[in-house]
């Protein structure tokens, strides 16, 4: 299981869609800052260079609700989030700040944070120390990803021949990932379809999921069958919207190695799909399907780099690692401060900052 390590009392979580991007790469000395001023950080295999930056700002106004705002123009370009506001909550004796869904990327390389610092910011220490750890805020532990519920949709129709039994080894591998990133804290659900479409209910036990898969009704390899594609996708959407689980995040994840010749109203359907709130991740294996497109398959994913291809079942199940990667890597930071108030039109807001330590990582 992978852990990381935080420098602040606040929490860093993974799981996966619409998405903001931020500013550029600059704690730039604006009167605000000390580009040189950022700590070496407390884990391995990354640098002081690999470091990843979001702002934010924190005010608690007596009388007015606590709010934080990012600040977008003096944060890294490479964080990207769901939107600038959010409103802590007070629990017991603090004030408790939550930043879900932030995803580390740009245009070539997601990036997995090894370990974060958190720092509040005052313009009346020194120059070169103006960022720095609260101490009565500090509380170091380590931490698993973000809870999320994952809907996983497989095409195991008579098509796949002989692989088909790797394709269901590889979901069963891809739920057990899920659950050791996140101490079973997480929830996976099925979708199992062919020319029947069957649902099956979301858990965090592997035991469920290796029974599901068993369970289904796979048609006979040498028989002619068809793919409700479109149809097992919008079953697991449907399944997303109806959960109430208490998750971060909830995101689907489709596999075929075909097209969607068996779904009625298919057009309908994939725009239906494509209108989906919910982050939709597609892996597609090249070479089975005769009526195999690659670009369909692209527009059902939310974003061009949520697709990727095999062209063989032994590739296979490095593309599902892959998407296994990129929805394990969607952080939430939970800050927890006092519930300390301070007085509008005199307090200034307090500025933070959430150093993430990257490294970069790269679908091929």
């Known amino acids: 299981m992978k852990t990381l390590k935080l420098s602040f009392s606040f929490l860093i979580l993974a799981f996966l869609p619409?998405?903001?991007?931020?500013?550029?790469?600059?704690d730039d000395d604006n009167g605000n800052a000390n580009p040189k001023e950022i700590p070496a950080p407390e884990c391995?295999?990354?640098?002081i260079d690999d470091a990843i930056i979001l702002r934010f700002d924190y005010t608690n106004y007596a009388g007015q609700q606590p709010t934080v705002v990012i600040d977008k123009g003096s944060s890294d370009d490479r964080v990207i989030f769901d939107t600038t506001h959010y409103t802590p909550v007070q629990i017991d004796n603090k004030i408790v700040v939550s930043i879900p869904n932030i995803r580390l990327s740009d245009d070539?390389?997601?990036?997995?944070?090894?370990?974060?610092?958190?720092?509040e910011f005052d313009d009346t220490r020194p120059s070169n120390d103006r960022w720095f750890v609260q101490t009565e805020f500090k509380n170091q532990r380590e931490f698993s990803e973000t809870k999320l519920a994952t809907m996983l949709c497989l095409d195991v129709s008579s098509s796949l021949g002989e692989d088909r039994e790797l394709v269901k080894q590889y979901a069963i591998d891809f739920a057990e990932q899920?659950?050791?990133?996140t101490s079973n804290e997480s929830y996976v659900g099925l979708v199992l379809f062919a020319d029947t479409v069957i649902t099956y209910p979301f858990t965090n036990d592997l035991d469920d999921i290796i029974a599901?898969?068993?369970?289904?009704?796979?048609p006979d390899l040498d028989a002619q069958t068809f793919t409700r594609l479109s149809d097992g996708i919008?079953?697991?959407?449907?399944?997303?919207?109806?959960?109430?689980?208490?998750?971060?995040?909830?995101?689907?994840?489709?596999?075929?190695?075909?097209?969607?010749n068996g779904s009625n109203n298919p057009t309908v359907n994939q725009q239906t799909i494509k209108e989906s709130s919910f982050r939709r991740y597609m892996i597609g294996l090249k070479g089975k399907g005769l009526e195999y497109n690659t670009n369909y398959l692209k527009g059902l994913a939310s974003d061009d780099i949520?697709?990727?291809?095999?062209?063989?079942?032994?590739?296979?199940?490095?593309?599902?690692?892959?998407?296994?990667?990129?929805?394990?890597?969607?952080?939430?930071?939970?800050?927890?401060?006092?519930?300390?108030?301070?007085?509008?039109?005199?307090?200034?807001?307090?500025?933070?900052r959430a150093i993430f330590y990257a490294r970069p990582y790269k679908i091929e």
Request: glycine residues 4%; charged residues 25%; contains cysteine.
């Open 18 to 26: 619409a998405f903001l991007l931020t500013g550029c790469k600059k």
């Open 44 to 47: 391995e295999g990354v640098t």
């Open 234 to 260: 919008l079953a697991g959407l449907t399944a997303l919207e109806e959960t109430n689980l208490d998750v971060a995040d909830k995101v689907l994840v489709a596999f075929t190695d075909g097209n969607d």
């Open 306 to 352: 949520f697709f990727v291809e095999a062209e063989n079942a032994i590739d296979l199940q490095d593309r599902f690692n892959d998407i296994n990667e990129l929805i394990a890597n969607i952080y939430t930071i939970i800050y927890n401060r006092s519930t300390q108030t301070f007085t509008e039109g005199i307090d200034e807001p307090i500025k933070l």
């Open 178 to 181: 899920v659950y050791e990133t």
């Open 212 to 218: 599901a898969i068993n369970s289904f009704p796979y």
């Open 108 to 119: 070539e390389f997601n990036y997995i944070a090894e370990c974060v610092t958190i720092e």
